[in-house]
């Protein structure tokens, strides 16, 4: 079964970090782009974030530029978001989604985790 | 960055009724666009992409068309298992914009 587990998140002071972790299954993993997709209680759903199937393409939100980093681990079946400098308005359901194809700017999403929670509050 | 507007923002018919979503993008997007679910509660799904390819699984009753700045999404008969958020999306480039969504409900 194709499967995307999200975990990592949780309760963070804002100005701190999280690493968020994407644990993927049931596909060949190398082979496909990636995204991180977040949406805010009660919102729509906002794109934060893609990586090409090799780590040689890589796309950002503008709300998140400079102060998150997307990355994956092939070897391991695993995708990450490094958020440094949290706000308030990073305080979301946090989805990993798989590409249709290798490269994240190229195809819709066919897969989506159920989505791990941050919460940015002092 | 190129914009992503739909309308309605949301919409109210009835079962066996033909919906009509429409999704505006600020630039010429050629056919790079995909369309998603959202039931209440629940994980998007994908139900088109490029612009009027059906993912496989989705019901036949569901439709896509347009190409370059205005697109649609048609359900041809609404039903109850049809209630939820549709999401228009780009993805010629990042940023890949979502619209800002449709709730469809039953009248």
């Given at each position: 079964e194709v499967q995307l587990v999200e975990s990592g998140g949780g309760l963070v002071q804002p100005g701190r970090s999280l690493r968020l972790s994407c644990a993927a299954s049931g596909f060949i993993f190398a082979d496909y782009g990636m995204h991180w997709v977040r949406q805010a209680p009660g919102k729509g759903l906002e794109w934060v974030s893609g990586i090409s199937w090799n780590s040689g393409s890589i796309g950002y939100a503008d709300s998140v530029k400079g102060r998150f980093t997307i990355s994956r681990d092939n070897a391991k079946n695993s995708l990450y978001l490094q958020m440094n400098s949290l706000r308030a308005e990073d305080m979301a359901l946090y989805y990993c989604a798989k590409s249709q194809g290798g490269y994240y700017d190229s195809s819709g999403m066919d897969v989506w985790g159920k989505g791990t929670t941050v919460t940015v509050s002092s | 960055d190129i914009q992503m507007t739909q309308s309605p923002s949301s919409l109210s018919a009835s079962v066996g009724d033909r919906v009509t979503i429409t999704c505006r993008a600020s630039q010429g997007i050629s056919s790079y666009l995909a369309w998603y679910q959202q039931k209440p509660g629940k994980v998007p799904n994908l139900?088109?992409?490029?612009?009027?390819t059906l993912q496989s699984g989705v019901p036949s009753r569901f439709s896509g068309s347009g190409s370059g700045t205005d697109f649609t999404l048609t359900i041809s008969r609404l039903q109850p298992e049809d209630v939820a958020t549709y999401y228009c999306q780009k993805y010629n480039s990042a940023p890949l914009t979502f619209g800002g969504g449709t709730k469809v409900e039953i009248k």
């Open positions: - | 139900l088109i992409y490029a612009a009027s």
